[in-house]
């Protein structure tokens, strides 16, 4: 894959207008219809010129790119493994028995989770104190204000630091 900065030929500072002005230059250059000896070929670039907008040009999507920019650019062809968590297995109230504090409970088991996820982090932030900041999941009993409330604002604006891949990001 390319990067969708490269494909529009803009630097990964470049504001809104850049990116427009980008895009529509090279829209209409490798527009299959002005390219009728390659038209396929310039179907391709054309799909990759459209892509990189689409995701450029919207904050949201641009954020997430740029957060997950070197994952995406290295791909398969690199011997990066994801040691991460799989998270997708407690998307269930399967993987819990009451809620409860006791092992397998609610409380344990998604306390387990977020002090894993916690843990993953560490060899990303800037500071070993970040890592004491990182809120607690709580138990039964926790306190809102105290615990909950805390917890909740964390999360709920929670974005990893996870890549830069061991700090070789920009």
Not at 144 to 155: D, K, L, S
Request: glycine share 8%; with cysteine; net charge negative.
């Amino acid at each position: 894959m390319k990067c969708h900065y490269e494909v529009l030929n803009i630097e990964r500072s470049a504001d809104e207008g850049e990116i427009k002005a980008a895009y529509r230059k090279l829209a209409l250059r490798w527009h299959p219809d002005k390219n009728l000896d390659d038209p396929e070929g310039a179907k391709g670039q054309f799909q990759l010129v459209q892509q990189a907008y689409e995701v450029l040009s919207d904050p949201h999507e641009r954020a997430w790119y740029d957060n997950h920019r070197e994952q995406i650019l290295r791909g398969r062809q690199t011997e990066y493994e994801d040691n991460s968590l799989d998270v997708f297995q407690y998307f269930t109230a399967s993987c819990y028995k009451g809620f409860g504090n006791d092992p397998g409970g609610f409380y344990a088991v998604y306390g387990e989770v977020f002090d894993k996820l916690a843990s993953e982090e560490i060899e990303f932030l800037d500071t070993e104190g970040e890592y004491e900041e990182i809120p607690k999941f709580g138990t039964s009993t926790s306190d809102y204000e105290e615990t909950v409330h805390p917890f909740y604002a964390f999360w709920q604006s929670f974005c990893t630091k996870k890549s830069k891949l061991g700090g070789e990001g920009e």
